[in-house]
């Protein structure tokens, strides 16, 4: 029944892709984080699996400007950022990984930043997947991006 379970369960998952690579990412939600080109402030999005989807939940920054949506619930917070409830639903997000903005992942459990792994101005693809629970216990976790380093 075990062997039968292993194989036959999904479980939404969020996959990233990247050229080198394809890692899930155990948590259920995760955040990007890079610094303002403009601004030169940090911004934060924070994306989750929402029935069984890749949503947009919550984006953090700290100042408005060009490109900020001002149609959006702003939630009080006393961290010094704006924080907006967002709540848009992707099919999947790509991602351009920069060495000039810090493109950073943030897990519950680590802090990846991906300009250090991943070869500039390479693109990352978030997505959810509905996996096969094999397919998770076998396949490389985000953790393991650190080994990777970026190619030459």
């Not at 948590?27 to 994306?47: L, M, R």
Request: aromatic fraction near 12%.
């Amino acid at each position: 029944m075990l062997l039968l379970a292993i194989f036959a369960i999904k479980i939404p998952t969020i996959q990233m892709t990247y050229m080198d690579g394809s890692f899930y990412l155990t948590d259920k939600s995760f955040e990007i984080g890079w610094i303002h080109s403009v601004e030169k402030e940090p911004w934060y999005e924070t994306y989750g699996i929402v029935n069984g989807d890749l949503h947009l939940t919550e984006t953090k920054f700290k100042t408005f400007g060009a490109g900020v949506p001002s149609d959006k619930e702003v939630i009080r917070s006393e961290d010094g950022f704006i924080h907006m409830s967002i709540h848009e639903k992707f099919e999947e997000l790509r991602l351009t990984v920069s060495e000039n903005t810090k493109t950073t992942l943030y897990t519950e459990k680590n802090t990846i930043p991906l300009y250090e792994f991943i070869d500039n101005h390479e693109t990352v693809i978030f997505r959810v997947e509905k996996t096969p629970l094999w397919k998770i216990i076998r396949g490389e976790k985000i953790d393991e991006i650190k080994k990777q380093g970026k190619s030459t």
